[in-house]
C-alpha cells in the first residue's frame, strides 16, 4: 500500500465514520425521547439514578436509561456492523457468500486468501459461539474437499477490529486450537493491509473527526423530554425527591 493509497482510505474512513457512523448515532439519539423504547427494570432505576446523580428526580431517571443506550450498546453495535461494510465496500474485501464467512481477503503478508469471520472486539463472543464458529469453519473446510479448494492452515481466521490479546476473554483463544488463527486488532489490520501502523492510523482518525461533533444539546433535549414522559407515566412512583 502507497502512501497515497493510505491517505486516500484514511479519508474514506473518515468520511464514513462522520456522514454514517454518527449521523445515524444522533438520529438513534433522537428517537429515546420515548420511554416505550426501554425496557425497565424498576428495581434497579432509583438506585442507578442515586448513585450517578445523588437524586431520584425525573432528569436523574432519563439518565440513567439513555446514557447507557447512547453511549454503549447502540453504538457498539453500529460500528461493528457499519465497520464491516466499510471494509468490504472500500478496503477492497469480498463479502463472502459462505455461510458464516464475513469477508474473504488477500493476506498482504502471506498472498493467501482467507476466510474470515469478522467481529468488533474483545469479549465480541461468549461459550456457545465457539462451536457454533468451529462449524462454520468446518463448513469451509468440507467445501474445500468437495471443490478441491487449496486450503491450508492459517487460512480460516477470526479476526477482532479492535483490542489487544491480553484483552480477550476466555472464549476467543479457544478457536486457535481448532485450526483458526485468531488476529486481534493491529494483527488483523497488518494482515489485511500489510500496513503495520495502519491500525493506529484509523484510531487517530477516528479522533480527528469526534473533535468536530458534539451532541451534548441532543442528548439534554432527549432527556428532558423522555423526563417529562417519565414524570406523567410513572408519577405514583417517580415521585421528586
Not at 438513534?28 to 448513585?51: G, V
Not at 467445501?143 to 484483552?167: C, P, Q, S
Request: charged residues 25%.
Amino acid at each position: 500500500m502507497t502512501e497515497a493509497e493510505k491517505r486516500e482510505i484514511i479519508e474514506k474512513f473518515k468520511t464514513w465514520f462522520r456522514d454514517n457512523l454518527a449521523i445515524n448515532h444522533k438520529r438513534n439519539t433522537e428517537k429515546l425521547k420515548d420511554i416505550n423504547k426501554f425496557q425497565i427494570n424498576p428495581f434497579l432505576l432509583h438506585y442507578l439514578a442515586s448513585f450517578l446523580e445523588g437524586n431520584t428526580d425525573p432528569q436523574s431517571l432519563a439518565k440513567v436509561l439513555v446514557y447507557p443506550r447512547v453511549l454503549g450498546t447502540s453504538i457498539t453495535t453500529s460500528f461493528g456492523t457499519g465497520m464491516q461494510r466499510f471494509i468490504t465496500q472500500i478496503l477492497g474485501a469480498y463479502g463472502s457468500v459462505t455461510s458464516g464467512i464475513d469477508v474473504e481477503f488477500v493476506d498482504q503478508l502471506d498472498g493467501r486468501r482467507k476466510y474470515c469471520q469478522l467481529k468488533s472486539g474483545p469479549n465480541a463472543i461468549n461459550k456457545d459461539d465457539v462451536n457454533t464458529i468451529e462449524n462454520h469453519f468446518k463448513g469451509i473446510k468440507n467445501l474445500a474437499r468437495t471443490n478441491n479448494l487449496d486450503l491450508r492452515y492459517g487460512d480460516l481466521v477470526f479476526a477482532l477490529m479492535y483490542g489487544e490479546r491480553k484483552e480477550v476473554n476466555s472464549f476467543i483463544p479457544i478457536l486457535e486450537g481448532r485450526d483458526v488463527v485468531v488476529l486481534v486488532g493491529e494483527e488483523f489490520w497488518h494482515h489485511f493491509t500489510g500496513d503495520q501502523t495502519f491500525y493506529r492510523n484509523l484510531i487517530v482518525a477516528a479522533g480527528e473527526v469526534a473533535q468536530e461533533i458534539n451532541m451534548k444539546e441532543s442528548i439534554n433535549e432527549v432527556i428532558l423530554a423522555l423526563s417529562k414522559d417519565i414524570n406523567q407515566k410513572y408519577d405514583d412512583l417517580f415521585g421528586e425527591d
